[in-house]
């Protein structure tokens, strides 16, 4: 198994830091791909994609534009339309509000180059607040912020206009019915727009049930079990014969009476 700190990100490099965009995450997450190919003891064509939150969006992006990924898992999948996202949670009020501060934002990166710095998960929402104090304590190296620009990019992302292209890649959604952080319509109307073959797994959790026991460990459970039965257990492509070879191996019925 093999964890990602996006670039500019927790333990990874990359200057400005807390640069959130989503399309060059999803080029981190090709690339662990690519690393995990040169390992030994990695079977390259059993290679699955797990995500949690806005990573469950750039893992469902990744699979699509990368056929490598064998199946995708996304646990409380969050922004995967994020301009209405927030728009629903925040209000058009707040949007109107973030909009003059990306521009305030824009003019200042015209000016000076650089970007200024907010924090990433609002640290005025309760229902919040508790979940950045435990990313706080478990993980040293998460920093709850993210530059402005990063904003431009958030908004723009929507990997439900790209969810059906995963397929035929199998995909397996799970969340709570009682998050109202990862919005449970926002992941219902994906998995809808999603082809098969694909699986939604709702657990009686709230918005932090699918991060410690006991739902955390239902959530691992079953992802385990979807990515045993479509890495470990599914057949391997095969390309078909030619048809000489079909003939000589008497891989139908008249060829086996023509000897």
């Not at 080029?27 to 990573?55: M, Q």
């Not at 079990?225 to 003939?247: I, K, N, T």
Request: hydrophobic content about 40%; overall charge negative.
């Amino acid at each position: 198994m093999l964890a990602i700190d996006w670039r500019t990100v927790g333990s990874s490099e990359g200057e400005p830091r807390g640069q959130w965009f989503p399309e060059r995450q999803v080029e981190d997450l090709r690339a662990g791909v690519s690393y995990l190919r040169t390992r030994r003891e990695v079977d390259p064509d059993r290679i699955g994609a797990w995500g949690h939150s806005t990573a469950a969006g750039v893992a469902i992006v990744a699979g699509a534009i990368d056929r490598r990924i064998k199946a995708v898992a996304g646990q409380n999948a969050s922004m995967l339309d994020a301009w209405t996202a927030l728009a629903t949670s925040r209000g058009r009020a707040r949007l109107s509000a973030v909009r003059a501060l990306m521009l305030q934002d824009f003019e200042r990166r015209c000016q000076t180059g650089q970007s200024a710095s907010i924090p990433a998960l609002p640290a005025d929402d309760p229902k919040l607040a508790g979940y950045v104090a435990q990313a706080e304590e478990l993980f040293p190296a998460f920093a709850n912020q993210m530059t402005v620009e990063s904003l431009e990019h958030v908004l723009l992302w929507a990997p439900v206009h790209f969810i059906h292209r995963l397929a035929p890649t199998p995909l397996l959604l799970v969340t709570g019915v009682e998050d109202q952080v990862h919005a449970i319509d926002e992941v219902l109307r994906a998995y809808d727009r999603a082809w098969q073959p694909k699986r939604l797994e709702l657990l009686q959790v709230d918005e932090f049930g699918l991060s410690i026991e006991p739902g955390l460990g239902q959530s691992m459970t079953l992802a385990a079990g979807f990515f045993d039965q479509h890495l470990c257990r599914a057949l391997r492509f095969e390309p078909s014969p030619s048809p000489q070879e079909a003939r000589d191996r008497g891989l139908r019925p008249e060829y086996r009476k023509a000897s």
